[in-house]
């Protein structure tokens, strides 16, 4: 596949030219298709799909080299996952960047380096991937649940609300292709004298007033699986400055090891510990090579087809739309609109997809209170979980009713996700869609 011609932008086509020339849409939910304004022409629905859509001849080569060198491993002749990590500190503007098997993993590794284990309290957000909760609980520490705001990521307060003697840490999701406010959230961690954990694994590249996800809390980590937006099927990233900290990382991912490898980089300052086995293999670390060299590329057409899409539809009344703390740094891949209500917005989103346009959250991003490993609150054996502490289970913090700004924001959003694959003409027809519907619905 040539992936240039993929990404490369289709001649703009205007709403009115012959590409939406009117043929209105025999629409079953509709009562009143002659009543409204334009009408639309159903374009088939384009495919989803970000860094896994742009494999191609880069990645083929990568990984050939790897065979064609018998090097498998990168302690045994491998090049690719010190490359990796060269390029991928580069581009984040960190001292050091760890290759591990997973972004769960690099969350584990993050949470082992910074000294975090049974005792101690790491505030996440209540939303979120099963990850981040699991991570938490498998070191042995106890997950804090806080709220999220209209930016969908931490809502600044909840780490000065929560914090406590036990608290060790804060772990920050940019949600997806956006970064959290992370200039109050780090001055109340600073205050409280909390370590921050940046979670990149939804969004890779972002920056936040001109620096990269990643870069600004203690440690930050990345994922590389398949639907994320670089991807190499499973994989994942860890990123810091302090040589205590990667020290610590790299023994944690190489069975309490520091390798000649790692030595180089870091003088030897911490003694050696029983850790675990989450080193990156070579083919994995080729494909992800390759697709890090595509970022820059992805990242400038989602945002041009986020601005097509924004542009259109910015003026529409009652439509609110995802706050963004810093609308220069976002990668743009997924545009959300809060509706006034949840019926108004299913009703979007049953509209939305008859006429083609994809418009459910493409992450399994979801309540942990409401999810069966919370409500059980169990780990592999009853004492080794965290919540055993607990009288009662679910405690406090761990019930819906605990959360009603998070409650009050997830039930009404519509997620427009934007893909490699879309055209600018495309991201016109969305915005078509979007004002077609809202007259429908709203009016
Ligand atoms: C995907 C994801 C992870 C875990 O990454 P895997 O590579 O799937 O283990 C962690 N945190 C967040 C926010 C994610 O979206």
Redesign the pocket.
């Known amino acids: 596949m040539n992936t240039s011609t993929t990404l490369s932008s289709s001649p703009q086509i205007t709403i009115g030219d012959q590409a939406m020339t009117p043929q209105p849409l025999a629409h079953t939910t509709e009562p009143a298709a002659s009543s409204t304004p334009s009408a639309i022409s159903l374009r088939p629905r384009p495919r989803l799909g970000l860094g896994a859509t742009l494999i191609g001849e880069e990645e083929k080569a990568l990984v050939l080299d790897v065979l064609q060198r018998q090097a498998l491993n990168r302690y045994q002749g491998g090049t690719m996952a010190a490359q990796l990590e060269e390029e991928f500190r580069e581009v984040i503007g960190t001292r050091f960047a760890l290759a591990v ?7 584990e590794v993050a949470l082992a380096a910074l000294g975090i284990g049974p005792g101690d309290e790491v505030i996440i957000t209540a939303w ?5 909760f699991t ?1 938490v609980v498998r070191l042995g520490a106890l997950p804090v649940l806080a709220e999220i705001d209209d930016t969908f990521c931490l809502a600044p307060g909840e780490i000065t609300r929560l914090a406590n003697e036990r608290t060790k840490a804060v772990a920050i ?3 997806q292709g956006v970064a959290a406010a992370m200039q109050p959230l780090l001055d109340e961690a600073a205050a409280v004298g909390i370590k921050v954990i940046e ?4 969004s890779l590249g972002v920056l936040y007033h001109g620096q990269r996800v990643g870069s600004m809390g203690d440690i930050g ?5 398949h ?2 937006t670089l991807t190499s099927g ?3 990233m860890v990123v810091m400055n302090d040589p205590i900290l990667y020290e610590r990382a790299v023994r944690m991912h190489d069975l309490g090891l520091l390798r000649p490898y790692h030595e180089k980089l870091v003088e030897r300052q911490v003694p050696a510990f029983s850790g675990s086995q989450f080193r990156m293999n070579e083919l994995t670390a080729a494909v992800a090579l390759a697709q890090l060299r595509k970022l820059d590329r992805l990242r400038e057409h989602c945002r041009n087809l986020q601005q097509i899409v924004m542009s259109s539809i910015r003026d529409l009344p009652g439509l609110a739309f995802r706050h963004i703390p810093d609308p220069q740094g976002d990668t743009g891949f997924e545009v959300y609109l809060q509706l006034p209500t949840p019926a108004i917005a299913e009703a979007f989103r049953t509209r939305l997809d008859a006429l083609n346009v994809n418009c459910h959250q493409t ?3 979801y309540c942990h209170y409401a999810r069966e490993y919370c409500q059980t609150g169990l780990a592999h054996t009853s004492t080794a979980s965290p919540f055993t502490q607990f009288p009662q289970w679910p405690a406090p913090g761990y019930r819906q009713e605990d959360f009603p700004r998070t409650e009050a924001l997830i039930h009404r959003f519509v997620a427009l996700p934007l893909s490699a694959l879309y055209t600018e003409e495309d991201a016109h027809y969305i915005g078509a869609c979007i004002r077609h519907v809202h007259s429908q619905v709203m009016a």
Request: proline share 0%; glycine share 16%.
């Open positions: 098997t997973s972004g769960t993993v690099a969350l979120g991937w099963v990850a981040c991570a999701v940019h949600y979670d990149c694994a939804q980590t990345y994922s590389l699986q639907s994320k499973e994989g994942g992450t399994g991003t």
